[in-house]
């Protein structure tokens, strides 16, 4: 167990429906990271909250949100889905201060679209 | 921003040869590089990283190297057995934030 909890494990869902991924970071890290993670393809940074307000955006679709909530638990929302949108997505937590130490991934979201 | 491209996309070696994935990234502002070990299905793992102020790192079997001048970074495995098999990302930071090589499926034959 690395800390880092992202439910569902999996999902399958219908093109033009809308998930609800959630993700609770590793005690003690503000930071929280989105990436999907297509088949054959690499880590792709989506967004970055940092102690519930918005740092970085990566590549991100307009149809996808987040969000990172007081308790420090982050959502992200997948809208108007699509065959395409079908992936792993992970969600990793990082700890804070003057070195960036790396990240810990939670287990993923396997996101099916059918 | 920062991109990071990494070689070989895959990589198959005998057990107990040496395997050597390499990365190049852009953003000379730099300064962290993990790599991470995704086994099929599982979570990117830490495996080591290395900060700009240092060239080498070893850990057992395992060594990363450094060349900030040309802005590389090599991931080498000595000794390899099957279970090193898996997908490996050289990573560089830029900011607070992660960006991923696209990776190499390393396959380790017995």
């Known amino acids: 167990d690395s800390g880092v909890t992202q439910t569902p494990k999996h999902l399958i869902t219908a093109t033009g429906q809308r998930v609800t991924l959630r993700c609770s970071p590793r005690s003690g890290d503000l930071s929280v990271y989105w990436y999907q993670q297509s088949l054959d393809q690499g880590l792709q940074f989506l967004i970055q909250y940092y102690n519930g307000e918005e740092r970085a955006k990566g590549n991100i679709l307009e149809r996808f949100s987040a969000q990172q909530f007081p308790d420090l638990h982050s959502e992200l929302n997948l809208s108007s889905l699509e065959l395409g949108d079908s992936a792993l997505y992970f969600c990793a937590s990082s700890g804070t201060g003057a070195t960036f130490g790396g990240y810990t991934f939670g287990s993923g979201t396997r996101l099916t679209v059918v | 921003g920062e991109n990071v491209e990494q070689h070989p996309s895959t990589l198959s070696v005998q057990e107990g040869d040496s395997a050597v994935i390499k990365c190049t990234y852009s953003d000379s502002a730099s300064n962290y590089f993990p790599w991470y070990k995704q086994e099929l299905g599982k979570r990117p793992q830490l495996i080591i990283d290395?900060?700009?102020?240092?060239g080498e790192k070893k850990d057992q079997r395992i060594a990363v190297t450094l060349n900030k001048t040309a802005k590389h970074f090599s991931l080498h495995i000595t000794e390899t057995q099957p279970e090193d098999s898996a997908v490996y990302f050289c990573?560089?930071?830029?900011?607070?934030?992660?960006?991923f090589g696209q990776g190499t499926e390393l396959s380790v034959k017995p």
């Open positions: 290395i900060r700009s102020n240092v």
């Open positions: 990573a560089a930071n830029q900011g607070g934030k992660l960006i």
